[in-house]
T-cell receptor, first 118, second 113 residues
Framework: DAMVIQNPRYQVTQFGKPVTLSCSQT?????MYWYQQKSSQAPKLLFH???????NEADTPDNFQSRRPNTSFCFLDIRSPGLGDAAMYLC?????????????????FGSGTRLTVV | LAKTTQPISMDSYEGQEVNITCSHN???????ITWYQQFPSQGPRFIIQ???TKVTNEVASLFIPADRKSSTLSLPRVSLSDTAVYYC??????????????FGTGTLLAVQP
């Protein structure tokens, strides 16, 4: 089945040690998103790729970076994780057309990576 | 992007119909209304989307009045497995780099036996 896969499911990293989370998709969707979700909060959009174009949210800290080497893969890099970065990180994809009025509601989320910072 | 307001939490019992209402007073002409469901430690899952009137699928119905300033997600005969957080989102889903989902607070639905 076509899907969005996040690895690893659980990640423990040390304070200040760079960590990379990965996301892959078999849907051939052109847009990929990274969300951060802290306990009992709603997912918060960090950034997204529209094809190869990177779009950062204004309040996303510089500590968070992303790479998208091809359509199928997208990575979230946290350069120096702090205790406050402990959260569930969700990857999502969607297929968006270039024409006005085309509606696509099929955001597909992965199961997430739960990051613990020690 | 239109802001949404939902109840923080709701309680229900198995077999009952549950209606969760979402307010979106500043919804734009091109905006669609979409609902997602999220279980603990999982990503959100698409439930239903609509633009106006009523939409029904195999899991839920979505009622949207003529002014579109609110919407109601209806879950028929809930079971314990419907316990989850339900998010109402409003946005324009057409091509462009600005197309993105911004989540509101969501409604935690707790279904009791």
């Amino acid at each position: 089945d076509a899907m969005v896969i996040q690895n690893p499911r659980y990640q423990v990293t040390q304070f200040g040690k760079p960590v990379t989370l990965s996301c892959s998709q078999t849907l051939n969707h052109n847009v990929m998103y990274w969300y951060q979700q802290k306990s009992s909060q709603a997912p918060k959009l960090l950034f997204h790729y529209y094809d190869k174009d990177f779009n950062n949210e204004a309040d996303t800290p510089d500590n968070f970076q992303s790479r998208r080497p091809n359509t199928s893969f997208c990575f979230l890099d946290i350069r120096s994780p702090g205790l406050g970065d402990a959260a569930m990180y969700l990857c999502a994809t969607s297929s968006q057309l270039g024409t006005m009025g085309a509606s696509t509601y099929g955001y597909t989320f992965g199961s997430g990576t739960r990051l613990t910072v020690v | 992007l239109a802001k949404t307001t939902q109840p923080i939490s709701m309680d229900s019992y198995e077999g009952q119909e549950v209606n969760i209402t979402c307010s979106h007073n500043n919804i734009a002409t091109n905006d669609y209304i979409t609902w997602y469901q999220q279980f603990p430690s999982q990503g959100p899952r698409f439930i239903i989307q609509g633009y106006k009137t009523k939409v029904t699928n195999e899991v839920a119905s979505l009622f949207i009045p003529a002014d579109r300033k609110s919407s109601t997600l209806s879950l028929p005969r809930v079971s314990l497995s419907d316990t989850a957080v339900y998010y109402c989102l409003v946005g324009t889903f057409h091509g462009g780099a600005t197309n993105k989902l911004i989540f509101g607070t969501g409604t935690l639905l707790a279904v009791q036996p």
